[in-house]
């Protein structure tokens, strides 16, 4: 299984030009969705991808998280909920709602060969009731296909040599194989990731954007997987392409969760 970032199919893009590239999840989804659909039908693995989603909102986009069976069918689709709306000291000006219309829901998990996958897109890491949520609904893998910004991104985001362009699973017999693409400069505690990891006793499965997209935008890179014990398993850098491998070991996920039942411990009475 390979995972893409977010907005996999362009990005640096003015907002007028976006409206027009972007495409429809379903019926005419336009030639970037519809060839990695007949890849993964020609290759035979399932793909997790980020894309620009056409909306019926004039002027404003989906920012949607696409999954992809190794018949080239899309199984399921979800559109990011959390917009990042930010103002950074000495950074970038973002407001993704000027241009985005957010999601409404969560998307159940999605079983796969690798485990059953939990969706969401970059921002949304930072949210870990979302995390929460798609463990209490069987999540095994959280993913977040992401374009971090450089600023956050060095210091929420990664420690060691990161990654940028793509993450493959690979199931072979009971452990899967994890790839990573990217390369960068060592960045500070992998904070975010690691939390969601440890605090679900998931996998998490993080495809991110590097380098320069154009004059006013960036992205921090830096992929990584991170196993339920916190642990990263591998990772890509934020310069260049590339493929990072690790194994993906589900038994050692249930025996994780058996011994330290946390989410059985959870008080429900108390905190909803």
């Not at 989906?62 to 950074?88: A, E, M, P």
């Not at 985005?100 to 970059?122: D, F, H, K, Q």
């Not at 390369?183 to 006793?201: D, G, H, N, P």
């Not at 997209?213 to 992929?223: F, I, L, N, T, V």
């Amino acid at each position: 299984m390979i995972f893409f970032p977010e907005a996999s199919d362009f990005i640096g893009n003015p907002s007028e030009e976006a409206l027009t590239l972007a495409h429809p999840v379903d019926g005419d989804t336009g030639p970037f969705l519809t060839g990695l659909c007949a890849q993964a039908k020609q290759l035979g693995i399932w793909c997790s991808v980020g894309i620009h989603e056409k909306s019926p909102y004039q002027g404003k986009l989906y920012n949607t998280h696409v999954l992809i069976n190794h018949h080239g069918d899309i199984v399921s689709s979800y559109r990011k909920i959390h917009l990042f709306d930010v103002n950074i000291a000495n950074g970038p000006i973002l407001m993704e709602s000027n241009n985005t219309v957010s999601g409404t829901r969560l998307v159940a998990p999605v079983p796969t060969p690798a485990g059953r996958v939990g969706l969401g897109i970059c921002y949304d890491l930072r949210f870990p009731e979302m995390a929460l949520a798609l463990r209490k609904q069987g999540a095994e893998i959280l993913t977040y296909p992401s374009a971090f910004t450089v600023k956050t991104g060095e210091a929420h985001w990664g420690m060691f040599f990161g990654c940028e362009s793509a993450l493959v699973l690979l199931l072979i017999l009971s452990r899967s194989f994890v790839f990573i693409s990217s390369c960068s400069t060592i960045c500070f505690k992998e904070v975010l990731l690691r939390s969601r990891a440890i605090e679900t006793q998931s996998y998490v499965v993080a495809a991110a954007q590097a380098g320069k997209h154009s004059d006013k935008r960036a992205s921090y890179g830096h992929s990584m997987i991170v196993d339920p014990w916190g642990k990263v398993l591998a990772e890509c850098d934020g310069h260049s392409e590339g493929i990072a491998v690790a194994f993906v070991d589900l038994a050692s996920l249930t025996r994780i969760r058996a011994e330290m039942p946390v989410l059985e411990h959870r008080r429900y009475d108390i905190f909803p």
